[in-house]
């Protein structure tokens, strides 16, 4: 296994440690130097590379605290500012501590204050895994989080303005980038960074949680299993408590064996009601899923073979709906929708041609598709390239009749 924590190598090893060496001064100062200064520049300043050195030198030849703080000052030239970085209380802290995350965090700490609730919001997301920006959109776009700064700006360019200043300030990792659409990872330090910045407001629960604070707003599930629970109807008891009124988004940081059974959505909709991104896997959908008005984001997993009954067709302000991993179903709705607002429409893995609006052909697009005018995206839904081409890229509002064979 591998662990920073020596007590802990100790404690689970059979065989002898092996002590991993950080990085020789010189390597430390050539990944500096490749971060801080821009590689147009013949020769760095003087008083900032000397500077430098001993920022290096405090760094330990630790590689992510060596490349997250060259990229935070990277553009910045003034003096005075690097020998800030050099002399911040936060080294002594560290030292006490035996701990780099307060030294990561000035990375934070200098970023805008709109990209910090934005960096937060990373902590919903599921450690150790490849994420695509697009998911992180939703999620920014859901909580109201991004907004346009400049007239006519869209907040497509805003969430690829917001990834690339993470990505410059190393705080995302193994970046790579097709047009707009960017997948990245985040290194465990800098996921655990994100938990310490957001506790106000986001916290990490279990199906045994008690009580969340007042102020939290988002709760991200590290784990969803009953073994070792007596008499649980699948609720967990923090959820029947005042605090998640104030509730904003429930999701899942983890794999979902167990049932997440109807008691679990029941509760959600009578106690949390201002939701804006609610995950359900692995399970089935109630009635009365239009109670939740506020909601924005809505990501389903369901045995169910119908989601008529459950009346998300009338969640007027959701904006993306993701529906992973039905295999039993085969209708989404029928008769009137008025998800007016939806924008992404993903119906992916669910094993079997799937009838949008109780229409089998999806060759043929019935009139209540009009009520989907915004819909920008449509993921995974066509099965073949004739059936594709009865979305041609005009909008589904535009192209509600039989296309030509």
Known sequence: MTTRNFEVACMMGTHPTH???????????????????????????PKLLEIGKHIVEKSHGVPLLVKTLGCLLYTKHEEWYWAHIRDSETWNLAKVEKDIVP????????????????????????????FDSTELAYYWMALG??????????????????IKELWNRSLIQEVMQFGSLFTFKMHDLVHYL????????????????????????????????FEGISN????????????????????????????????????????????????????????????LVSLRYLLVTTKQNS??????????????????????????FEGTCQLTRLEHLGIENCGRPISFFDCSNLSFLPQGVRSLTALKELRGLWRTEQEMSTYNGRGLAQNCSHSSN
Do not use: W
């Open 307 to 332: 989601l008529q009954e459950s009346g998300i067709q009338y969640l007027e302000n959701l904006r993306f709906l993701d529906i992973d991993g039905c295999e039993n179903l085969q209708v989404l």
């Open 194 to 225: 994100a938990s310490v910045v957001a506790k106000k407001d986001y916290s990490i629960v279990g199906v045994d949680t008690a009580e969340i604070s007042k102020g939290v707003r988002h709760v991200s599930f590290s784990s969803f299993s």
């Open 232 to 291: 649980s109807d699948g609720v967990p008891p923090f959820l029947r408590k005042p605090t998640s009124k104030r509730l904003l988004a429930i999701t899942f940081g983890c794999k979902v064996v167990e049932i997440v059974t109807r008691e679990f959505v029941r509760t959600c909709l009578s106690k949390c009601k201002q939701l804006r991104i609610l995950h359900l896997p692995n399970g089935n959908l109630p009635k009365n899923m239009n109670r």
């Open 145 to 162: 989080l991004i907004s346009s700064t400049r007239e006519k700006q869209a907040l497509e360019d805003v969430i690829v303005e917001n």
């Open 103 to 130: 030294i990561l965090k000035l990375s934070y700490d200098y970023l805008p204050s709109n990209l910090k609730c934005c960096f937060a919001a990373l902590s919903l997301l599921r450690k150790d895994d490849e």
């Open 19 to 45: 002590n991993l060496k950080g990085l020789s001064h010189e390597d430390s100062m050539v990944l500096f130097k490749k971060c801080a200064f821009d590689e147009k520049e013949r020769e760095p300043c």
